[in-house]
């Protein structure tokens, strides 16, 4: 079994999705996603619930903070020449930060690992990547960029098409 279906069988299929683009919809904003035949699982945090979730997301938090139940848009778990990679994203319209979405994202991975580990008795470690997608004017291009990554970590994407696996190195 690849340590990409350890974290698979722990996550509720609910927030799982195949679609080839990550969107925010109340913007509307729209990037395509290229997989590239990359082993992922995306997750989607930041969704609209059915009624089967009546205490929202964390049902064990207040909810009237808000900064408890903050989440970020999307997770994508990938798995590359062994390793384990997370792409924290937070895709937003306005210039606000998009840090605190991030982090709680990063956390959600820690315990997501920690839970894979506690039932399988593994000890995985794996890599965030922080991402964040702004709105603006997407030019066209036709030469794909290296990624690059800030002293945190973090990368601004900018482009129209987000391929994974230019991440997982």
Avoid: W
């Avoid at 009546?54 to 938090?61: A, L, Q, R, S, Y």
């Avoid at 000890?123 to 960029?145: D, G």
């Amino acid at each position: 079994m690849s340590k990409l279906s350890f974290i698979d069988y722990v996550l509720n299929s609910d927030f799982k999705i195949n679609d080839n683009y990550l969107e925010e919809p109340l913007v509307p904003m729209k990037i395509d996603l290229i997989k590239d035949g990359c082993r992922s699982i995306v997750f989607q945090l930041d969704k609209q619930l059915g009624r089967e979730y009546k205490g929202g997301i964390f049902p064990f938090f207040d909810s009237s903070n808000s900064q408890v139940c903050t989440v970020c848009d999307y997770i994508i778990f990938s798995e590359y020449k062994n390793e384990l990679f997370a792409l924290v994203i937070e895709l937003k319209k306005s210039s606000r930060g998009t840090l605190p979405q991030i982090r709680a994202g990063e956390c959600f991975v820690d315990y997501v690992i920690s839970t894979v580990n506690r039932i399988n008795k593994t000890n995985y470690s794996i890599i965030k990547r922080r991402i964040s997608i702004r709105e603006f004017e997407r030019k066209r291009q036709t030469k794909l960029k290296e990624i690059e990554y800030d002293t945190n970590n973090h990368h601004f994407f900018n482009q129209n098409k987000m391929r994974i696996i230019s991440f997982l190195k």
